[in-house]
């Protein structure tokens, strides 16, 4: 089993990142196919193309196909922006759950679609502010997560390490060796273990579903960075589209818009990358109306979801 980390050449916060990565030791070139260039070190292959980074789908099942390595997971390298132009490093799961059958998804994946979450990236995460902290990018850049958003289309667990917001920041050397270290220690390619295993016989299975809230899930944040929590699908507002039923006494359970789809997607991609795991949805109370409260609880109960506090997640 390996591990494909996915780097462009078109995107200096992707490349740059993945050139501090091929400056470390152990690395020997891989084979190239299908014009993407690959590097090898133990268990870790590193890919480079020359297109957008959301734009090449099943690279999981092409790598497998080309050279008989079984995928374990997919780390794609990539810049972020916001309308802030904030300086930050974000990490986030992919997917486009909430888009309908006949919607052309922006930014890569597949309508109604979400991958497997990365069960990395709570851990990661937390490794990244450390390390973001002793390279001292803090208080400049924001550590973050993100909410699920975008493709390509995989079929493995999968995760994006985001460098933003500005071509200043993409461009910066500092922020990419930061990203170079969490890839190389989160991995474990520096001899110590990899950061962020999981397994059913972890002794704390609990992971967050995250419900509602803004692109950055800043409640969903607070839980996140506290030690042995794990992180699933992290759906915002926007990834839950609900038709507001006005005055009208409308049973929730009824309230149209793929909502529902979304969550469920959600949920499913998330069990699947957390065999054996609690998963536990979160709800970001304070940017939901009441009736989508309403709406949204009836309907975790029906798929059997607990919804839990804070404290429920330690």
Known sequence: MVTLVVATTTDPASINPAAALLAMPGWNPGPSFEEIRSFENQHVR????????????????RWRDKTGEEVDELVFLSKHTAVSNRPAITVHPIGVPHLRDDEVPPQGGKPGWAALPDPRIGPWLRLLKKLAESHNLIPEFEITLEGTHHGPVTNKPTM????????????????????????????????????????????????????????????????????????????????????????SKVDPSSIGGTWKKSIQVAYEATKGAFPGGEIIAHLDHKSLKSWQKAAITGFLSELDIKIGKPNDFY
């Open 160 to 247: 994006f390490v985001e460098i933003g917001s500005t071509e200043e920041y993409w461009k910066r050397l500092d922020a990419a060796q930061v990203v170079c270290l969490l890839i190389w220690e989160g991995l474990g390619l520096g001899g110590s273990a990899a950061v962020g295993n999981w397994s059913r016989e972890s002794d704390k299975k609990k992971v967050l579903l995250g419900i509602g809230g803004g692109h950055y899930a800043p409640r969903h944040m607070d839980i996140v960075m506290k030690d042995g929590v794990w992180v699933g699908h992290l759906l915002s507002g926007y990834s839950l589209p609900m038709d507001d039923p006005g005055k």
């Open 46 to 61: 590193l890919l480079q193309h020359d297109k957008g980074i959301v734009e090449e789908d099943h690279l999981d099942l």
